[in-house]
Every structure is written in structure tokens, then in C-alpha cells.
């Protein structure tokens, strides 16, 4: 099969011919259709994950058909289309048993503890715990870009945030995670500030439903200008970036009693941020994060795909070949992207 694949951290990945995946006892070989570019690839070809063994193939978010089933596997068949967390549990340890996959003890990672989906096939361990099915009106684009960007927002929102309508939401970062957590907000009702550096983001975070957007190169203070439009502050704020920046401000910008929710990485050199501790005490707010979702949870979120109250597909900025992803992966971290971008074509 044709994969991307990088032998050295911080190399150009190559287009390669390389072996096809056979599937595990309880697994499948997914042939993919459709998979997103992320951040957390880039952080993943950079070095900053201890999972990766070299040589690699990166991608996590994907959709695609089951094409070879192992034996063990008795939910799924040939031709089954499907998805799956990016965070995928092994079902038999305490977290798992208690319904958070997200957070197993012996989780797998596709594009991270073993070859991702920027290939055509990819092979998939636990697929009777893991796989979530597709409807036939849900396009392979649209499936893909729900993966870790959509789902960890949905979590962080509805299942971390607990978001309710009418309360004021923050979102620091309108990348992938971003939009999609603004997206989520809005249809639960919620008021939703966008804070980003780019005009151009924050016109689309409004047009997915913002009620306001802040430029933080054009304000003197993030956290005023926040707690003015708010009046008193937001009841949930999200880093949806992952910078010690984003990361102060979302839990400076917070009112009494109010949630801050980690979701965009902190790692390397960024992952000990200073954090207002003598805020989060005297006015008892909430640190959480929010690490994926189960594929139990998944069918909340596309019931509220179905019924149309929220359009992943308008997050999508373009789309791309198996090729063409290795520049867009080596560019990540200078977010000139909008929107998400997913390869189509391999």
C-alpha cells in the first residue's frame, strides 16, 4: 500500500510502498477514505510523543470501510463503514470498565502507538469496543473530520463543561478545535466568544455561530475584553490552542465558580504553564481536560448530526492527496490553514 512515512523526527516524511496491516485476533484492516491532518500529527513528527517508534505513519482521524475482519471480532463484517476514537480503550482494564475509554490504561492511538491513516489501509485493535458505525448519509469527509478535533470539543462541552443555554463560553483558538467547540456551544444554546490573532478565523467561528470575537493583537487585555462583552466573565473557557498564553487567559477570563477546559496539547517546552492559582482558589474554579471520547458517546453527537444542529462539514477548509499531506503536515505549526483539512485522495 502507498503510505506516508517519516524515519527520523523533524525529517520530510516520504510517499513510500510499504507492506499492508493484517488484521488482529479482535481487530480489522479499515481501508481508509478519508482521513484529517492535525496538530497533534505535528507534534507527533516532531518528537514530542513518547509512543512513536521509527519508521512512522502518521493520521488519527479517519473514516473508511472495513476491508479483512479477524476472527476474534464478531460485531463487524467486510464492507461495515466506520470510524473510531482517536483515544481507543482495551476494554478490560478499571477504566474501561467503568465506560472511560477515553482515559484507558492501556489505550491505543492510530498515528501514534502503532501506524496511523495516512495510508490507504490501517489496521484497528479492539474493534468491538472501538468502532463506530457510519450512517450512509454521513460522507467519508465529513465522518474524518469529526476525529479528534469534534469529539474531544463535544466531550469538553457537553460531558466536562456540562455547557447549558444562555451561559457565556470562551474559546481561546480557532483552529479545528476551536470551530468545532464554537459549533457545539452555539447549537446547545450557549453564548460564544472567539479569541484568535486572525480576522479571518474569527469571521468564520462568528459565522459558525459566535456571538463575538475578540483579536488578541488588537486588545490591550484578552481577559478585559472578555469580561467586558461576558459581563463578569465566562462560565466555561476553553484552550482550544494548548499555549501557556491561551492557557492563562482562558482560566483568567473565567467568573466566579467557572470551568476551564485544557484541550489543546501542552507539551515539550510548553507543558508546565504558569496558572493564576490564587484565582482558581479564592473563586473556586474548575481545571478539567478533555482527552477524546468514547465510542459509546458517539451517538449523542450524531444524533445532533442527523437532525442537523450541527454541520461538521462546514468546518472543512479543503481537501487534499496522500501526497500533498506531507507539506500540509510540516506546516502545521504555522496555522495558516482555516478550517480543517482532510485527505481524500490516496
Not at 80 to 108: I, K, L, W
Not at 281 to 309: N, P, V, W
Request: negative net charge; hydrophobic residues 45%; charged residues 15%.
Amino acid at each position: 500500500m502507498k503510505a506516508v512515512v517519516y524515519e527520523a523526527f523533524f525529517a520530510p516524511p516520504q510517499l513510500q510502498n510499504v507492506p499492508d496491516p493484517t488484521p488482529e485476533t479482535h481487530g480489522v484492516v479499515v481501508k481508509v477514505m478519508a482521513t484529517g491532518v492535525c496538530r497533534s500529527d505535528w507534534h507527533g513528527w516532531v518528537g514530542h510523543d513518547s509512543d512513536i517508534v521509527l519508521p512512522h505513519v502518521p493520521g488519527h482521524e479517519l473514516a473508511g470501510i472495513i476491508e479483512a475482519v479477524g476472527k476474534g471480532v464478531t460485531r463487524w463484517k467486510i464492507g461495515d463503514r466506520v470510524t473510531v476514537p482517536f483515544v481507543a480503550g482495551c476494554g478490560a482494564c478499571p477504566e474501561c470498565h467503568s465506560g472511560n475509554h477515553q482515559v484507558c490504561d492501556h489505550q491505543f492511538q492510530p498515528g501514534f502507538t502503532h501506524w496511523g491513516s495516512f495510508a490507504q489501509y490501517v489496521g484497528i485493535h479492539q474493534a468491538d469496543i472501538n468502532l463506530v458505525r457510519l450512517p450512509e448519509s454521513l460522507d467519508f469527509a465529513t465522518a474524518a473530520s469529526l476525529g479528534c478535533r469534534f469529539v474531544t470539543s463535544f466531550r469538553a462541552i457537553v460531558d466536562q463543561g456540562k455547557v447549558s443555554a444562555g451561559q457565556w463560553v470562551a474559546v481561546h483558538g480557532c483552529g479545528g478545535v476551536g470551530l468545532s467547540a464554537i459549533m457545539i456551544a452555539n447549537a446547545i444554546g450557549a453564548n460564544v466568544v472567539a479569541i484568535d490573532i486572525s480576522d479571518e478565523k474569527l469571521a468564520l467561528a462568528k459565522a459558525l455561530g459566535a456571538v463575538a470575537g475578540v483579536n488578541a493583537t488588537k486588545v490591550a487585555s484578552v481577559v478585559e475584553a472578555v469580561t467586558e462583552i461576558t459581563q463578569g466573565g465566562a462560565h466555561v473557557s476553553l484552550d482550544a490552542l494548548g499555549h501557556p498564553t491561551t492557557c492563562f487567559n482562558s482560566i483568567s477570563n473565567l467568573r466566579k465558580r467557572g470551568k476551564h477546559i485544557q484541550v489543546g496539547l501542552m507539551l515539550a517546552e510548553n507543558s508546565t504553564p504558569a496558572i493564576p492559582m490564587s484565582k482558581v482558589i479564592g473563586h473556586e474554579l474548575e481545571i478539567l481536560g478533555s482527552h477524546g471520547m468514547q465510542a459509546h458517546r458517539y451517538g449523542a453527537m450524531m444524533a445532533m448530526l442527523q437532525t442537523g444542529k450541527l454541520a461538521p462539514e462546514k468546518l472543512i477548509g479543503k481537501t487534499i492527496n496522500l501526497e500533498q499531506s506531507i507539506e500540509a503536515l510540516m506546516g502545521m505549526d504555522k496555522f495558516e490553514a482555516t478550517g480543517v483539512t482532510v485527505i481524500t485522495t490516496f
